[in-house]
C-alpha cells in the first residue's frame, strides 16, 4: 500500500512526531508497503506525483532534544504565503494515499481537528476519529467523561485566561496545560510558594489549566490495541518525575515491562484502561497513564493518549513487544486495524 505517514506540524511534541514517524516509515517498508514520510506544517514542495515515486525521504529528522523545540522558529521556516496547517501539497498527497498513518503528537494531531478534515475529505488514517481525539486531548473534559463512568482519577479544578485560584485540596498538587502532552509545562508543586509561578508557566502553553490532587505512588502506563490489553508497564525515573527531558533522552528512566504487580492488581488496572478507552469513545489503539495510590491501593487514572509515541523510547511499543508483537508487526496491524473502520 501507499501510505503517508503525518508527522511534525507545530506542536510542541512536534520533534517526537517526527522520530516516531521516522520509525513508522522504516518499519512500514519492512512489512512491505510504500511509505514516506510527510511534515503536516512544512509540507511537500516538490511536484506531489513524485511523492511515492522517491528512494530517498525528502526530510531530515534530528534527536529529540531536552526540551521541547522553537515552535516560533519552525513557522518561520516555511513560505509565509501559505496560510492555515496544512503544508504544501499535503492534502493533495493525503488524498492520493491508500491510507495516512498518523503519527502526530500533541494538539495538532490528537485535538480531532486534522481527522475532523480527513473525515470530510474521505481522507483514511489510522486512529481514533475526531471525537474521540478531541476528548481524549481535553483533560478537563476526559476527566469529567472518567467521573460519569466511574473511574478512578484525582480531584481537579479548571483555571482559565490567567486567573490563579487555589485549589481547595491544596499542595502537593500538579499544574498541567489543559490539552498538552510529553508532559511539557507540567509541574508537580510541593509548597505554596511555588503554586503561582507554576500555574504561570502553564499558561505560556494554553489559555486553560488543570490543577490536580497529587497522588503519590507507582507509575505505570496501558495500551490498548484493538479489543486487547497490553500487560502494563512501570516507570521509574532516576531524578524527578516523568517529564519531558525523562521521557526522550536514554537512561534516565527505567522502564519494566510487564510491571512488577499481583494477579489481582494487573486485572484491577487492564480493565479500568478497557473502560477509559470505551468511556473517552477512542479506537484502535491508545494509551492510558496511572498512578497506583501508595495508602488506598486504587489505581487512580491520570490521562489517555489516543495517539501513544512510537519513538524507539515510547511505551506502547515495549508493551506490544511483551506479547511478542515486534514493531513492524505492531505498526502494520494499527494500519490493518484502522482500515477495517471503513469496511
Known sequence: ???????????????????????????????????????????????????????????????????????????????????????????????????????????DGENGKVQAAFDLLGIKYTGSGSLGSAIAMNKYISKQMMFANDIINAQYIVLRNGECKPAPFGVPCVIKPSSG??????????????????????????????????????????????????PPIEIKPKAGFYDYANKYQPGMTEEICPADLTDEENDKVKKSAMAVFKALDLEVYGRIDYILNEVDGEFYALEANSLPGMTGMSLLPQEAQAIGIDYPTLCDKIVQLSLAKYE
Open 1 to 107: 500500500m501507499n501510505i503517508v505517514v503525518l508527522a511534525g506540524g507545530i506542536s510542541t511534541e512536534r520533534d517526537v512526531s517526527l522520530t516516531s514517524g521516522r520509525n513508522v516509515v522504516n518499519a512500514l517498508k519492512k512489512k512491505g508497503h510504500n511509505a514516506h514520510l510527510l511534515d503536516l506544517f512544512l509540507g511537500y514542495d516538490p511536484d506531489p506525483d513524485t511523492f511515492f515515486n522517491r528512494t530517498k525521504e525528502y526530510y531530515a529528522v534530528a534527536a529529540i532534544g531536552l526540551v521541547d523545540p522553537s515552535i516560533e522558529e519552525i513557522k518561520a521556516a516555511r513560505d509565509s504565503s501559505i496560510k492555515g496547517l496544512f503544508g504544501k501539497n499535503v492534502l493533495e498527497i493525503c488524498k492520493s494515499a491508500d491510507i495516512v498513518f498518523m503519527a502526530l503528537h500533541g494538539e
Open 181 to 230: 502532552g510529553s508532559s511539557v509545562g507540567v509541574s508537580i508543586v510541593m509548597n505554596e510558594a511555588d503554586y503561582e509561578s507554576a500555574v504561570k508557566a502553564a499558561f505560556k502553553y494554553e489559555n486553560e489549566v488543570i490543577v490536580e490532587q497529587y497522588i503519590k505512588g507507582r507509575e505505570f502506563s496501558v495500551g490498548v490495541l484493538g479489543d486487547t490489553v497490553l
